[in-house]
């Protein structure tokens, strides 16, 4: 479904063999960021300028940060803990590809750490290699997606980190009840689509005869103008087996709203 599947595949065997530092994204706007002087967590830090950068595209295991009746995800602080010896009293760069700046007023970046020594290390692609984060993209900001689905790829196969916690298991498309029990986080989906339709403004992919019970895939009209312009049609996923990522809901049985076409990989077709 993604133009670049077969691409991501080759480059999840360069990754295992290149550090962060050597597949750093092109295309970003960069600027200089300044010296981090507090990690909050694994994918947010804070600069001496007081600027909050949330590290676009990933998404590391959350830490309650005050919540109350939020558990830490398993290996948040390990995460935190890997990204303090990353970047803390480091100076960083950041790039922006896409949408620059939250509703909380973080800046929405890539993060690249200069430690004397060599090039930048690209610190969304370190956490993602060591297992303690996974690709977490938006509709608004999709630059450098495919370095870090290929380093996610490879730690997952070697269960480095997150991949080795159940927790974070991918989960299959076909139990639709152990599904429901994971309504409101965010999960990888596996599974055949079994009928690809559209009605009305939307596309349909279900994973199961019965729409009503069994897990389905819902993509709505502005994320269908995203594909189109990605020259992508998602009624051809008929009997093509499928990873999907991103928040589950119980809306008429498990199902995932898909917003943006890498929210889709294509692992085989019949």
């Not at 590809?97 to 750490?113: K, M, P, S, T, W």
């Not at 690709?135 to 997150?162: K, M, T, W």
């Not at 989960?171 to 986080?185: C, F, H, K, T, V």
């Not at 596309?203 to 009503?212: A, M, T």
Request: aromatic share 8%.
């Amino acid at each position: 479904m993604r133009r670049t599947t077969i691409a991501s595949v080759t480059a999840a065997i360069l990754v295992g063999l290149e550090p962060a530092s050597a597949l750093a994204c092109e295309g970003l706007r960069m600027v200089r960021g300044g010296l981090v002087t507090q990690v909050t967590d694994g994918d947010t830090v804070v600069l001496d300028s007081g600027q909050v950068v949330r590290m676009i595209g990933t998404q590391a295991p959350k830490l309650p940060l005050g919540r109350d009746g939020f558990a830490a995800w398993p290996l948040a602080s390990e995460a935190k803990a890997e990204l303090e010896r990353l970047a803390l009293n480091k100076q960083v760069s950041l790039g922006y590809g896409g949408e620059e700046i939250d509703r909380y007023d973080r800046a929405l970046a890539h993060l690249f750490v200069e430690d004397g020594e060599g090039a930048p290390v690209w610190a969304q692609l370190h956490m993602v290699q060591q297992g303690l984060a996974r690709v977490y993209s938006f509709p608004d900001n999709r630059q450098c997606l495919d370095q870090l689905f290929a380093g996610e790829a490879q730690a997952r196969v070697e269960r480095l980190g997150i991949w080795a916690d159940p927790y974070y298991s991918v989960r299959a498309a076909d139990r639709p009840s152990q599904l429901l029990e994971r309504a409101g986080n965010y999960e990888l989906v596996e599974g055949r689509v079994l009928l690809a339709d559209r009605s009305g403004s939307r596309i349909y992919l279900n994973f199961g005869r019965f729409w009503k019970e069994d897990f389905t895939v819902v993509i709505e009209a502005p994320a269908l103008r995203l594909f189109s312009q990605d020259g992508l049609d998602p009624l051809t996923l008929d009997g093509a087996l499928v990873r999907v990522r991103g928040w589950v809901d119980d809306r008429d049985g498990p199902r995932i709203e898909v917003t943006h076409p890498e929210q889709i990989e294509v692992l085989a077709r019949q």
